[in-house]
């Protein structure tokens, strides 16, 4: 692929929802040219990714969240919902969502979140400063080398299933910076290795051939799940909507079941007290697990005590939320073995104290459980093997504490396990930055990649691997030792907003300093600049306040209105006594400091979406309402 010109450019591999996000974030914040390349492996992954893409997601699958919490903007809580009543096209949606009115509480349909990011892209484009250009691409990144002025990319040109083969073409991309938004990763799991092409077996129930059998199933047939999270309620759920009377098994390690939120249900954060307890030394693991026991039974005492307006269904939302502040320094204490074997065990569970699911997903799983002779049967333990029976059937073996099962079933749908350890993905990509050590996998929790608090690689030194930034799953280890943040909520949209905007505007930072080579000379001058703040306190505020409006802001016009009012600001403040240089390198230094401030307060999660507006000084109630 050839430029569009002689701007820099920015390669994103990996065009799903934290590549779109990041792609929109970058055509926003960039104030000169710029050529971002936005790649995609599969077509129907673009803009979608495994969890929203439309031919593995028919309209029974909606959010688990509310649609409230489904913008793509962090910094405008009701955008999706706003889209989804007024902008999308409905011409081809089926009853009841054709005419549905959406609400901040209520459910959508996953798929059309496919159409949203589109919509948003693509207006992000459009909007973009003159010079700034968006080149779609497809193809698959298989290799990367660090330059001394940027980085090499090695594509291969999908083939005609939309999959780039070992034989496929392969060409070179020059970039001066990568950002790897490349999703979740499949595990292949052990215990179905003999019957991964058996037609009874989905391996995918995201994809098109796994939602054609599930839909295509006698209403009689038996079915097991393997797994009780989330999306296995979504292939469930699916069978029940469409009338299935057979039995339906859901195999869970620990029998863990979600929780539906209660109508009218909002996010909030509470202040709650730190568990310090869990500070003490890490002893062993019983003795940690009894010490969370008893604080975590105080913390839900402290929540009905002091917040009785609180469901008690989301008690343990809040306990769990409140804590995360608090969780790094537990962790620290933990030894990494013993770290990896709780995430391992109590990951699960973990989850299901974080987040829940709407009615619409849980009241058809509920209805079905219940009853001592209803559809779903929770099965708890292990699955040890699934194999042929002679009927032409699947046997699934299930080993439990005291007892073992042999469920027969017409249809067995494996849970779409991800693998989370990178050294043990069996991709081109993933191979080759191990190998040269680009990229090294999350010592301490062997999930994800090891990076920068910029979300920057690190290699096995610990030093940055190169102008090579990561999004999205790939920072999950780090999400969990840095911020506390726990079970999917490492890697979930709520991590992919704050990571899109934190990592293009780092990029375009570097890119712009790198301009008048500045970017030496940042770190010092940010030492320095506290003398300024001081010096000028309503300057600086004044500055970060309208660098935040900027960041928010969707409009070309009122980007540059208020990049004007910035630049005249920043002037105002004058040089720093302490650090004399030319005005134009005072200025370009003090917007990326000022940039710094504006991003820190952007990606707070100290407040919720709705609070973080209204702190920000964006507050519009009839904006937000409508």
Request: charged share 25%; net charge negative.
């Amino acid at each position: 692929m050839s430029r569009t010109g002689t701007c820099p450019r920015v390669l994103i591999v990996g065009a799903g929802l934290a590549g779109t996000a990041t792609a929109i974030r970058l055509l926003r914040f960039a104030r000169g040219p710029l050529e971002i390349v936005l790649l995609e492996r599969r077509s129907d992954y673009r803009s979608a990714g495994v969890a929203y893409h439309r031919d593995g997601n028919p309209w029974d699958h909606v959010f688990n969240i509310q649609a409230g919490r489904m913008s793509v903007f962090r910094e405008d809580v009701l955008d999706f919902v706003r889209w989804a009543n007024a902008e999308a096209d409905r011409r081809d949606w089926p009853a009841p969502w054709d005419g549905f009115e959406f609400v901040e509480q209520g459910p959508a349909p996953r798929r059309i979140f496919h159409d949203y990011l589109i919509d948003r892209l693509a207006e992000a484009a459009r909007e973009a400063c003159p010079g700034v250009v968006l080149v779609e691409a497809d193809g698959e990144a298989v290799d990367i080398d660090v330059r001394p002025t940027g980085v090499e990319v090695t594509v291969r040109r999908p083939a005609t299933d939309g999959e780039a083969g070992p034989d496929a073409e392969a060409t070179t991309l020059f970039a001066e910076h990568v950002v790897l938004a490349t999703g979740l990763e499949l595990r292949d799991p052990p215990f179905a290795a003999g019957v991964v092409e058996h037609p009874s077996f989905v391996r995918n129930p995201y994809s098109a051939d796994g939602v054609r059998r599930l839909v295509a199933l006698p209403p009689e047939a038996t079915v097991a799940i393997v797994g009780s999270v989330l999306s296995a309620y979504d292939s469930a759920g699916l069978l029940l909507r469409q009338g299935h009377t057979g039995r339906i098994h859901l195999i869970s390690k620990t029998g863990t079941m979600f929780r539906t939120y209660p109508g009218g249900h909002e996010h909030a954060v509470l202040q709650l007290p730190c568990p310090k307890t869990l500070l003490e030394p890490y002893r062993n693991r019983e003795e940690f697990l009894a010490r969370i026991r008893s604080e975590w039974e105080t913390a839900n005492a402290t929540v009905v005590r002091e917040h009785p307006g609180i469901d008690p269904t989301v008690i343990a939302e809040r306990v769990t939320k409140a804590w995360e502040p608090h969780l790094p320094k537990v962790i620290e204490r933990i030894p990494s073995a013993e770290l990896r074997r709780l995430l391992d065990e109590f990951g699960t569970a973990i989850a299901a104290l974080r987040v829940g699911a709407v009615e619409y997903t849980m009241a058809v799983i509920e209805r079905a459980i219940h009853p001592v002779d209803g559809t779903v049967k929770l099965v708890v333990g292990n699955v040890e093997a699934i194999s042929p029976a002679d009927s032409g059937r699947l046997v699934v073996s299930v080993t439990a504490t005291e007892e073992k099962h042999a469920i027969e079933a017409d249809l067995v749908v494996s849970n779409f396990g991800r693998e989370s350890d990178y050294s043990r993905v069996d991709r081109s990509l993933w191979r080759n930055l191990l190998r040269k050590g680009l990229a090294v996998p999350h010592e301490r929790t062997a999930r994800g990649l090891e990076v920068d608090e910029h979300g920057t690689l690190l290699n096995q030194g610990g030093e940055p691997a190169g102008p090579i930034s990561a999004v999205g799953v790939l920072r999950e280890g780090d999400e969990i030792v840095r911020r506390g943040r726990t079970g999917a909520f490492a890697f979930n949209l709520a991590a992919i907003k704050n990571h899109s905007i934190a990592v293009a505007a780092r990029v375009i930072e570097q890119l712009e300093l790198r301009e008048g080579d500045l970017a030496r000379d940042l770190a010092h001058y940010r030492g320095c600049v506290s003398n300024t703040e001081e010096a000028t306190p309503d300057g600086f505020e004044e500055a970060v306040v309208l660098e935040v409006g900027r960041l928010a802001t969707r409009a070309r016009s009122e980007r540059e209105l208020l990049g004007s009012r910035l630049d005249a600001c920043i002037r105002s403040m004058g040089e720093l006594p302490s650090l004399p240089m030319a005005a134009h390198r005072h200025d370009r230094l003090m917007r990326a400091v000022v940039n710094r401030a504006a991003v820190e307060r952007l990606t707070d999660v100290s407040v919720t979406p709705r609070q973080l507006r209204r702190q920000l000084g964006i507050s519009d109630t009839e904006h937000l309402e409508g």
